[in-house]
């Protein structure tokens, strides 16, 4: 690792949205090293939120360049009723008055290819082709398939929901993440396709962002714009999916079988709906995976963030928002002032603290949200008071303003 003065040795597990945020918001002051075990960096193409949390965090200490990760903001939230389009509710979106900044939706490809190069100019080293097969927390060392190892002042494990390494911290077995009752059919299309639609021209015109919802009591249809494309995620129950389909076989694989399977689980929808999904050539299908509130995420030398900390269920748009929150409590706690290789434990045991709460209350409501829209049990809020709760953007130093970074 190349000196930096009283810099730490950082080592990141995995180099999604988690690992390459919190390498490029640590590298200003740190030697961090990034390894993924991928040859080749990808990223699936869909959108994605950059709410105001995460983009706080994203255009602030983690050092994105809005020219280069094209956005469009949010102006509206509208959700309709599924059978007959009624707008139940419309909410012009303000973002940076109405939620403390300012609300993107973006392309995962652009973002993530952008956090790398950032990572990188401020430093890091990123390797790919790099499996770590296991971490000592105590020791800080990482051990890589093949048998190399390599010691660390801090080793952050970013390997996402599946996470293998999650166990060193938690120091269990535990399979922390579980399949929710739920799938979503995904689907990415270019906005052009929607030129030749008059009720739909609105979305290729690509003036502003939105969230577009149509609710049923188990079903649920959601559409944003991004840059050039039109995100689409319709979320059922898998009981009512595998009684449709027959229990076949659909997948991740993006294919025409899957829109066809799409289309006949939403044929009861309101017309407009019908009409867009007419226009969806491939779709793919993803099982709803949740992660349980963990109690602590650190251990020693090593720290879980990201989808290995806290994966949530897709309803709020909140995971990568987390993965940047986290990178920006890291900056906060590990940037400001020295911290020296003896602090370490002691440092992340303070960033557990700051973020736990945050954390589960966001989990909590990514849950609540996946109830049925007539869910009354006085637990379920409306959209504008999940999104007030979980976009108000609240800094890791605003959750406990009296404690000093070190104390
Ligand atoms: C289609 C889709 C749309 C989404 N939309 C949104 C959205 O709008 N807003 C939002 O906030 N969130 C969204 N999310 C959630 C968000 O994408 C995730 O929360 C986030 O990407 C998690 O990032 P991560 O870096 O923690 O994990 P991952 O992206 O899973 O990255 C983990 C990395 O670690 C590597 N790795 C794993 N094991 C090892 C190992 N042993 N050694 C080395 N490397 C390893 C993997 O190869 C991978 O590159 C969406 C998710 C999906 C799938």
Redesign the pocket.
Known sequence: MTNKPSSLRIII????????AAAAALATHHQVIV????EE?TE?S??????PN?AHAAYGVVGLDPSKVRGLPCREIIERDAANGDIKMHKPVDAPADFGGPWYFCQ?TELHAELLATAKARGAKVILG????DVNATHGVVLIKGGDAMVADMVLI????????RKRVLQQETDYRWDSDQVAF?AFVPAERFRDQPELKWLAEQKSGGLYVWAAQKQRVVVYPCPDYVNL?AIVDKAHLQRQSGGSDLGRESNTETADAMRSQFADFDSTVKKLLDKVPHASL?PLFDVSCLPYYERERALL????AH??L?HQ???????FEDAEGLAYLFCNGSVTPHDVSRVLKKFTELRRARVHMIQHFSRVMAKPASYEKGEKLDALRFAAQTLTFKSIAELETSTAPHD
């Open positions: 597990c995995g180099a999604g949205i988690a690992g390459l390894l993924e075990r991928k960096l699936v869909y959108a994605i939120n950059l709410k995460a995962r790099t499996e770590i097969e970013a390997d996402g929901i599946s996470s293998r390494l995904r995620v993803w963030i990201g989808d290995a994966a949530t897709p748009g909140q995971g990568a928002s987390l993965a």
